[in-house]
Nanobody, 123 residues
Framework: QVQLVESGGGLVQAGGSLRLSCAAS????????MGWFRQAPGKEREFVAA????????YYGDPVKGRFTISRDNAKNTVHLQMNSLKPEDTAVYYC????????????????WGQGTQVTVSS
């Protein structure tokens, strides 16, 4: 049984910050790269950020570069997404994801998904 549970979503004004968390269970956490995707209504799910199992290499989608920071705590089986300078276009459901093999971070390559947490940014 593998479970990824997101928390920390909510409503924030443009320019504000939120910190998302994802707690993993039923998985050898340190063996997986972890990441975040997001999906707005009527749009495709898109890549946001990823962090390798070593914790020292990160990747970000172009729309969030310079504003979002991904981190992980392997001892606590937790990954975080610090979101600063939020914009209305960041509004979406954010999904935690785990990937153990491919490293490509496409939707098809994700091994496990969380249930999602809503982030709404008002203008």
């Amino acid at each position: 049984q593998v479970q990824l549970v997101e928390s920390g979503g909510g409503l924030v004004q443009a320019g504000g910050s939120l910190r998302l968390s994802c707690a993993a269970s039923g998985v050898t956490f340190s063996s997986y790269s972890m990441g975040w995707f997001r999906q707005a209504p009527g749009k495709e799910r898109e890549f946001v950020a990823a962090i390798l199992w070593t914790g020292h290499i990160t990747y970000y989608g172009d729309p969030v570069k310079g504003r979002f920071t991904i981190s992980r705590d392997n001892a606590k089986n937790t990954v975080h997404l610090q979101m600063n300078s939020l914009k209305p276009e960041d509004t979406a459901v954010y999904y935690c994801a785990a990937e153990g093999l491919s490293g490509s971070w496409s939707i098809q390559s994700v091994d496990y998904w969380g249930q999602g947490t809503q982030v709404t940014v008002s203008s």
